[in-house]
């Protein structure tokens, strides 16, 4: 069974502070995804990266960035919170044999 | 115009009932196309592919018109746990993500 995991379930911030989520997949999958989710606006891509030490950019990469040091773990990083930053993040991983998405339970984000 | 668009509902339903729901695409370079499904306050998890030919899962039922450029998601005989968000997810083939609908909602009601 695939399991993605995230570090928080639920997580509340100050405005300016750095923010890191982690995401650790078991499944050896090679490609790693970073969404967010609000009301209205669905899924919206934030980054991927399709091997280690590769990343790149999706719809809404403002303000973000992120780290693949290793294989099995994808990280997001907001430099410097902000409210409009609050949000549910979903991170999600892929074999590169399929485009079925496997995805955490999700971090919901509250900056204020 | 948003690349992946779809009736947002609520769609309301008895047990029992079939129910349809379509989702249309802008990007004629699509290749790959998905039905997501979740439940509240859960992440999303593949409901099924969608191929050329259509597809048959049970009580599901997929289908592709690439000239109208739409997928459609056709449930037979309602239930009440299939009460939850659907989201069509569209995929082109020299692109590395995906693009997903906001999703269609759907209460089954007894």
Not at chain 1, 84 to 107: D, I
Not at chain 2, 9 to 26: I, R
Not at chain 2, 89 to 94: A, D, E, F, M, P
């Amino acid at each position: 069974d695939v399991k993605v995991t995230q570090s928080s379930r639920y997580l509340v911030k100050r405005t300016g502070e750095k923010v890191f989520l982690e995401c650790v997949q078991d499944m050896d999958h090679e490609n790693m995804f970073w969404y967010r989710q609000d009301p209205g606006l669905g899924l919206r891509l934030i980054y991927f990266s399709y091997d280690v030490k590769m990343k790149e950019k999706g719809d809404i990469p403002e303000g973000y960035s992120v780290s693949r040091e290793k294989k099995e773990r994808f990280s997001l990083i907001l430099e410097s919170a902000s409210t409009n930053q609050t949000s549910m993040y979903l991170c999600a991983s892929s074999p590169s044999t399929s485009y079925e998405q496997y995805f955490g339970p999700g971090t919901r984000l509250t900056v204020t | 115009r948003k690349e992946v668009e779809q009736d947002p509902g609520p769609f309301n339903v008895p047990e029992g009932a079939t129910v349809a729901f379509n989702c249309t695409y802008s990007n004629s370079a699509s290749q790959s196309f998905f039905w997501y499904r979740q439940d509240c306050r859960k992440e999303p998890k593949l409901l099924m592919s969608v191929y050329s030919s259509g597809n048959e899962d049970g009580r599901f039922t997929a289908q592709l018109n690439r000239a109208s450029q739409y997928i459609s998601l056709l449930i037979r005989d309602s239930k009440l746990s299939d009460s939850a968000t659907y989201l069509c997810v569209v995929r082109r083939t020299n692109a590395g993500k995906s693009t997903f609908g906001d999703g269609t909602t759907l209460t089954v009601k007894p």
